[in-house]
């Protein structure tokens, strides 16, 4: 067995077996950043094994959403979309909730959702553009 098979396992495991502990916007634990990085080792097996999909639908979408907001790297890209795919109704709620906590709280709502204009909706996009036409009045 490989280094890469058993990282892969660990990864799968860690995914089912545990859960990231935030429950609000802005929040990060030990369990969230390590679950995130077992999502990104794993994001071409999250859909096709079902028991995985539903721990990553169930438990993991919150952290993808909110993860190092402004990140829009290939990799949250592609985590971005498994979530939509999954539970578009939790992941576009999720990004709203995002998009207002970050408008006042954080970095600014356009930089805390660079890279997620291919998940998002309409209403989604009407507010960014919202609250970017109120930034610059």
Same mark, same amino acid.
């Given at each position: +067995?490989?280094?890469?098979?058993?990282?892969?396992?660990?990864?799968?495991? %860690?995914?089912?077996?545990?859960?990231?502990?935030?429950?609000?916007?802005?929040?990060?634990?030990?369990?969230?950043?390590?679950?995130?990085?077992?999502?990104?080792?794993?994001?071409? *097996?999250?859909?096709?094994?079902?028991?995985?999909?539903?721990? %990553?639908?169930?438990?993991?979408? &919150?952290?993808?959403? *909110?993860?190092?907001?402004?990140?829009?790297?290939?990799?949250?890209?592609? @985590?971005?979309?498994?979530?939509? &795919? @999954?539970?578009?109704?939790?992941?576009?709620?999720?990004? &709203?909730?995002?998009? @207002?906590?970050?408008?006042?709280?954080?970095?600014?709502?356009?930089?805390?959702?660079?890279?997620?204009?291919?998940?998002?909706?309409?209403?989604?996009?009407? +507010?960014?553009?919202? +609250?970017?036409?109120?930034?610059?009045?």
């Amino acid at each position: +067995m490989t280094q890469k098979t058993l990282a892969l396992a660990g990864a799968r495991i %860690f995914l089912i077996e545990h859960e990231p502990h935030v429950a609000e916007p802005g929040k990060l634990t030990n369990y969230s950043l390590a679950g995130y990085t077992a999502a990104a080792l794993l994001v071409g *097996q999250i859909e096709s094994a079902a028991e995985l999909a539903v721990a %990553f639908r169930d438990k993991w979408i &919150r952290t993808v959403v *909110q993860h190092w907001s402004g990140n829009a790297s290939d990799t949250k890209r592609a @985590l971005l979309r498994i979530c939509r &795919r @999954l539970d578009p109704a939790q992941t576009l709620g999720l990004l &709203r909730e995002c998009i @207002l906590y970050e408008a006042t709280t954080g970095q600014g709502a356009i930089l805390a959702t660079e890279g997620v204009e291919e998940i998002t909706d309409e209403e989604v996009l009407a +507010m960014l553009w919202g +609250m970017y036409y109120c930034a610059e009045s």
